[in-house]
């Protein structure tokens, strides 16, 4: 099996392309999967997967679930039942893992916060497993600690999932969010079993933004291969998603951008 | 003894300011100590510490030392000479803390980079103890890891602290740096007899950019008297500098900057 059969082009690497250019582009590259995200699925799951499957595709993940934490106890009602719609979504696209980004801190303190994430997980993990989807927890750079997320290192979300301890409970490794972490190697193998995706894109220098600073693989300075051949070896052999926020990889309009992404990740994945 | 007794003022908080301008303004509104940086003592570290102990100020720290890794064996010699220096400069100046700022992987893998950075430190550290200046190993945030410090986690400095067994061995705990880690807790208490300093400032949200968006305490999403607390008692009592890089501060052209800052130390810190 080629490395590019483990392929999945993320909906959002390519913002401005509408889900049917999506879909089309892949398929002509002959690229096996993409990442849907749920803004982007013109507001029905269903008819989504049936384009996305109609061309041979299938979808890697749902982004995302999680945000849990809010200022009143209705609004954190309102996002526990928006994770339950995201779960029956991504059931839907036949997508075996929701991403679940963890949400700020919202005015709680980081420990309240990071126990509301735990909290939420639990509410929900019963409808992932009804669903038989994964809730695929991800640590996001410290750097979205405060606008983003509060699980911020794979050793958090490690623990995390071994306290929900279900198979519907697991960790996803963006090496853009984990590559700095002196534990990461460590993590990788602890997650062993319980990884639910690896993500790549590249971390230039100088970095040019916080949200859109990302860059495409060999344009940065992260050990792309090492982080995935480590997370091989511990076990994980499923789709590993391009994830690139980039503005100039956004102008792009037709399928060179796909067949650059192919280029580097034969390259340095 | 009043918490503004242990407050510093860190010269880049007013990077228009002269040396003479910041001595002047800090006696002025009776803040005890300043913390200084080479490339603004006016290339002459004995004048400088005239001047400011002429004032009846204390220096509690100096700024910087480290960057130890670098391209070829020619530059590696000369960072370790350029510390050596650092430590002399701290020694004529009275301060009690050379700042060391690992400094980034440039150009090796990020594990190379990191052994660089303890043989760095054990080569001059008979220096340090000798000169009795204490390397204070501070840890930058992981959004720094690629072009500043390798060294990104407390858990990682107090590592480095423990390898190296010495008191001219310690670390430097700043809460823009450290304050989303999950550990911060139990290593500032793992820290306990080896913190040199502890610096504040705040994360703002959303933060205007990587290198200049600090923000004045009570400004941000930090919990700064927790950590602050959890810093004293793990017993630190030395001085605590007030370092913030934000470019409306650096528009304040007078000591109502000193005003502000005494106030939100008192309500925040």
Not at 6 to 14: K, P, W
Not at 52 to 65: F, Q, T
Request: include cysteine; charged fraction near 25%; hydrophobic fraction near 45%.
């Amino acid at each position: 099996m080629s490395l590019l059969d483990r392929l999945s082009f993320n909906q959002m690497t390519a913002d401005p392309w509408s889900l049917e250019e999506v879909v089309r582009n892949c398929a002509k590259s002959r690229i096996p999967y993409i990442a849907a995200w749920r803004h982007k699925l013109g507001g029905d799951a269903a008819n989504a997967s049936a384009l996305i499957r109609g061309e041979g595709l299938r979808v890697s993940s749902l982004c995302r679930g999680g945000w849990f934490s809010a200022p009143t106890a209705e609004e954190r009602r309102e996002r526990i039942a928006d994770n339950r719609r995201a779960i029956e979504e991504a059931a839907l696209l036949d997508a075996p893992v929701l991403v679940i980004v963890s949400g700020p801190a919202n005015g709680q303190t980081l420990d309240d916060a990071r126990a509301t994430v735990l909290d939420g997980l639990a509410e929900v993990l019963p409808d992932a497993e009804k669903a038989g989807v994964v809730l695929g927890i991800e640590p996001l750079h410290p750097m979205y600690a405060a606008e983003r997320s509060v699980v911020v290192t794979l050793k958090q979300a490690n623990d995390l999932a071994q306290q929900l301890s279900s198979p519907s409970a697991q960790v996803i490794i963006d090496a853009f969010h984990v590559w700095w972490d002196p534990d990461v190697m460590h993590e990788i193998e602890r997650a062993r079993g319980k990884i639910a995706g690896f993500h790549v894109s590249d971390w230039p220098v100088p970095l040019p933004g916080i949200l859109m600073g990302r860059a495409m693989m060999g344009d940065g300075v992260i050990e792309l291969r090492k982080l995935r051949q480590a997370v091989d070896a511990a076990g994980y052999d499923g789709p590993i998603e391009v994830e690139i926020f980039n503005d100039a990889v956004w102008q792009s309009r037709d399928d060179g951008l796909l067949a650059l992404i192919q280029q580097r990740f034969i390259e340095y994945v």
